[in-house]
């Protein structure tokens, strides 16, 4: 019989560190994209592109078009909650600046010289 090279507790410690390191690393590349201000952008249009914040249900007969919303909601709220669970004040600068930026572009629309 041979003699495992770790024992459980080893291999357990070494997984949870792993687990750990991959945890952080993807922390720290969301950080990385939320600090500069086309990284919030591209971060806000990926997620209020599958309207996390709407209702999935697309009318009577449209089953699956309920399914596709459903699933694009869920992909956007679990961006959302990874962001504000790590990096709260930067979900908070990104959603101020995305209000700014549909003030400006209504302004636009609208030919309001003053904005």
Known sequence: MTTPLYTQDETKKKIEGIQQRLVERQRSDMRKVLNTSEGRRVVWRIM????????????????????????????????????????????????????????????????????
Do not use: C, V
């Open 48 to 115: 209020s592109s599958a309207t996390p914040f709407q209702t999935p249900y697309a009318g009577a007969g449209q089953d699956s078009m309920t399914f596709l919303n459903i699933g694009k909601k869920e992909f956007a709220l679990t961006l959302y909650g990874e962001i504000k669970a790590s990096h709260p004040e930067l979900l908070l600068a990104m959603e101020r600046e995305a209000a700014n930026d549909k003030l400006l572009h209504d302004a636009e629309l609208k030919g309001d010289p003053e904005k």
